[in-house]
């Protein structure tokens, strides 16, 4: 069994920062790709930005410059450091990893954390 767990969500206000992190456990083989998204009121979920196990990474237009990920693979963890937050930032926060598990070798699978909410406001 997986689990991804976030934290660091809050209550900021415009022009501040917090920093998101992602841990996952469970019979982890390896895992292949992370990533965090979000999800605000009435709205779809939607990338912030991925990054895979190689280094390569994609970050959504309006991420770019304000919101980066960051990895800390020994420790199967990644992380948002999200700068100069704006009150359309306001969303659940969800990280996401395709993970290979000891008892699922061949089939990577894309799991899901419970979210963490971030607002920003005035």
């Known amino acids: 069994q997986v689990q991804l767990v976030e934290s660091g969500g809050g209550l900021v206000q415009p022009g501040e920062s917090l920093r998101l992190s992602c841990v996952a456990s469970?019979?982890?083989?390896?895992?292949?790709?992370m990533g965090w998204y979000r999800q605000s009121a009435g709205k779809q979920r939607e990338l912030v930005a991925v990054t895979t196990s190689g280094g390569s990474t994609k970050n959504a237009d309006s991420a770019k410059g304000r919101l980066t990920i960051s990895t800390d693979n020994a420790k199967n963890a990644w992380f948002l450091q999200m700068n100069s937050l704006k009150p359309e930032d306001t969303a659940v926060y969800y990280c996401n990893a395709i993970i290979t598990t000891t008892t699922m070798r061949w089939s990577p699978t894309d799991y899901w954390g419970k979210g963490t909410l971030v607002t920003v406001f005035s």
């Open positions: 469970g019979n982890i083989l390896s895992v292949n790709g």
